[in-house]
């Protein structure tokens, strides 16, 4: 499944790009090049795409470019004086499938072995391994 969304971008004087969705809630990122702000705003983009499907929301309509505006955005973010270099719109593509298959939060079953004396100690305190696995494996990932 793949879903295109116009997006806004602004070239900071200070460096880097701000990028904004303005069919999706919220949708703000950024990125130090125009390579970087793009993929951000696909990475954006399907995840909140993915978390609507997964909770079961109607995914949000795509407006057509030409009805983004840059002013309505502006005037809704009460920047005044905002000192960027260019600014211009396009549309982002992304393929929600190929984000859902590497990224998603469909739970799979692993089997891990531990000391007896862990699993009954565990056990005692009510621990949820599932829980306490994913959570130690995410500090290490985000390491």
């Known amino acids: 499944m793949k879903v295109i969304y116009p997006v806004l971008f602004y070239e900071e004087k200070e460096g880097g790009y701000s990028v904004f969705v303005p069919d999706l809630e919220d949708a703000t990122t950024c990125g130090d090049t125009l390579e970087n702000a ?18 079961g929301d109607k995914i949000p309509h795509a407006s057509k470019i030409e009805d ?7 005037k809704s973010l009460e920047i005044e004086n905002w000192n960027y270099v260019s600014k211009f719109k396009t549309y982002i593509a992304v393929d929600i499938s190929a984000f859902a298959e590497k990224w998603g939060k469909e739970l799979i079953k692993k089997t891990v072995n531990i000391p007896k004396w862990v699993n009954t100690k565990a056990e005692e305190l009510k621990i949820n391994f599932s ?5 130690a494996l995410i500090e290490k990932i985000m390491k």
């Open 68 to 74: 983004v505006s840059f002013e309505k955005l502006e």
């Open 38 to 55: 793009m993929y951000m705003a696909e990475d954006l983009i399907a995840g909140l795409i993915l978390d609507k499907i997964e909770e």
């Open 131 to 135: 829980k306490t696995l994913e959570e």
